[in-house]
């Protein structure tokens, strides 16, 4: 069955750095859209960012210039890049892939982008 593991979160200080990691394993269906949500305490699971199998990337307007997702897909592993942290970034971080999102052209964040099918269990990511 389909498996997303992350690590590398963390505790930094705000200007401070991380790089998230996920494997997504056990998937064998070709492409897919893959992404990172994330999630502070009393408010709503926002997407951060989103990528498609070929590297087109999307992001919310919150981290534009300061996150980058990226993919390597000799190894299954998804990342996200985050720089320039602040305390709002804090939240539970998770990855996730749509396996129908790409071929329809919707690999992005958003009410209109992708719909996860499958979902990493989180890893936390405290800016203080």
């Known amino acids: 069955h389909v498996q997303l593991v992350e690590s590398g979160g963390g505790s930094v200080q705000p200007g401070g750095s991380l790089t998230l990691s996920c494997v997504i394993s056990g998937y064998t269906g070709g492409g897919n859209c893959a992404g990172w949500f994330r999630q502070a305490p009393g408010q709503e699971r926002e997407g951060v960012a989103a990528?498609?199998?070929?590297?087109?990337?999307n992001y919310a307007d919150s981290v534009k210039g300061r996150f980058t997702i990226s993919r390597d897909n000799a190894k299954n592993t998804l990342y996200l890049q985050m720089n320039k942290l602040k305390p709002e970034d804090t939240a539970m971080y998770s990855c996730?892939?749509?396996?129908?999102?790409?071929?329809?052209?919707?690999?992005?964040?958003?009410?209109?982008?992708?719909?996860?099918?499958?979902w990493g269990q989180g890893t936390q990511v405290t800016v203080s």
């Open positions: 996730a892939a749509d396996v129908f999102a790409e071929r329809s052209g919707r690999c992005t964040v958003g009410a209109a982008g992708l719909q996860p099918n499958y």
């Open positions: 990528i498609t199998t070929d590297g087109k990337s």
